[in-house]
T-cell receptor, first 117, second 111 residues
Framework: GAGVSQSPSNKVTEKGKDVELRCDPI?????LYWYRQSLGQGLEFLIY????????KSGLPSDRFSAERTGGSVSTLTIQRTQQEDSAVYLC???????????????FGEGSRLTVL | KQEVTQIPAALSVPEGENLVLNCSFT??????LQWFRQDPGKGLTSLLL?????REQTSGRLNASLDKSSGRSTLYIAASQPGDSATYLC??????????FGTGTSLTVIP
């Protein structure tokens, strides 16, 4: 696609429910990142995927959070048993992995705003 | 761990003024530095990417400079316009996979 696409753009859920957030990166981008941005806060790294390598999950805040990336393209971030503190904007970004082994310019989607009541 | 600081946190200027936003980072071993803008309720829009071997990049009224040795980057905006009002973030990429973001400078351009 022309840009990074995220869905849903807004999600309101009740505490304790599971939610799935989807990210469709720019075609050909092998690096994919998930970040979280709480109200008035900076970006918090969650997880990173690069090709077929094992993902870097070091930023996931708890075992209620998980993510997968199917076929090296679309990624889904799943939050189980949501809590009110999970309310935030979840941002996905993708980047091209260059032959030098380093990523280039980072492009973001519009984000998924999650509200847990 | 890389730490990125942006000063000031907020800035208000009258339309037409030239302005400079600052970004500093603690570890000079970076691969690149990228400037973004974020409008309220939106994602981040890439403005400029500076590779470690470069000193500056320009796009329209924007000019970004990079001084790795001192751990600093500046974003210069010429002839500011109300449409430039947004939060501006810088991000550095060390020689790993992660990007480290500053907390941003909120810019208001007053008509």
């Amino acid at each position: 696609g022309a840009g990074v696409s995220q869905s849903p753009s807004n999600k309101v859920t009740e505490k304790g429910k599971d939610v799935e957030l989807r990210c469709d990166p720019i075609s050909g981008h092998t690096a994919l990142y998930w970040y979280r941005q709480s109200l008035g806060q900076g970006l918090e790294f969650l997880i990173y995927f690069q090709g077929n390598s094992a993902p870097d999950k070091s930023g996931l805040p708890s075992d209620r959070f998980s993510a997968e990336r199917t076929g090296g393209s679309v990624s889904t971030l799943t939050i189980q048993r949501t809590q009110q503190e999970d309310s935030a904007v979840y941002l996905c970004a993708s980047s091209l992995w260059t032959s030098g082994g380093a990523t280039g310019e980072l492009f973001f989607g519009e984000g998924s705003r999650l509200t847990v009541l | 761990k890389q730490e990125v600081t942006q000063i000031p946190a907020a800035l208000s200027v009258p339309e037409g003024e030239n302005l400079v936003l600052n970004c500093s980072f603690t570890d000079s071993a970076i691969y690149n530095l990228q400037w973004f803008r974020q409008d309220p309720g939106k994602g981040l829009t890439s403005l400029l990417l500076i590779q470690s071997s470069q000193r500056e990049q320009t796009s329209g009224r924007l000019n970004a400079s990079l001084d790795k040795s001192s751990g600093r980057s500046t974003l210069y905006i010429a002839a500011s316009q109300p449409g430039d009002s947004a939060t501006y973030l810088c991000a550095v990429r060390p020689t790993g996979n992660q990007f480290y973001f500053g907390t941003g400078t909120s810019l208001t351009v007053i008509p």
